[in-house]
């Protein structure tokens, strides 16, 4: 697949991320090191890289769309207060989820993605 700068750089800041991150934070990040790329051309990369699998879209209850890299199962945890969306990564959580996969392919439901969310307040907000 042909890569464009673009792509590469909005990629990149991605990977940098350890949360979720939405296309103003991606934006923020170009604009500090003065990256110019506009923001339509940001949403289409997006869009691209989603096109590509090489990330996935996470939806929040506040309507902010955020991007994550593609990789193993896990759980997203939203702040109703901040907003703020995390990832959690924990092998036991793994494990029931492959379970929950399994039993719902029992039932003859093949899953294209997954996509757990948990609402609440987080530690900083409550």
């Keep these: 697949m042909y890569n464009t700068k673009s792509r590469e750089v909005i990629y990149e800041i991605i990977k940098e991320f350890k949360k979720p991150v ?4 991606i934006a923020k990040v170009l604009n500090s090191k003065n990256i110019n790329i ?5 949403y289409r ?4 890289l989603l096109e590509m699998e090489l990330i996935n879209k996470v939806s929040s209850v506040s309507g902010v ?3 994550e890299l593609v990789n193993e199962n ?9 907003n703020l969306v995390a990832c959690v990564n924990d092998q ?8 929950i ?10 899953i294209n993605h997954d ?7 987080c530690k900083a907000c409550f």
């Design 22 to 25: 939405s296309a103003s934070e």
């Design 38 to 42: 506009h923001k339509t051309t940001i």
């Design 45 to 48: 990369t997006l869009e691209k």
């Design 65 to 67: 769309i955020f991007y």
């Design 74 to 82: 896990h759980i997203h945890i939203e702040c109703n207060s901040c």
């Design 92 to 99: 036991e959580i793994e494990k029931k989820l492959y379970e």
């Design 101 to 110: 996969e399994a039993l719902v392919k029992l039932k003859g439901f093949k």
């Design 115 to 121: 996509d757990f969310n948990f609402q609440g307040k």
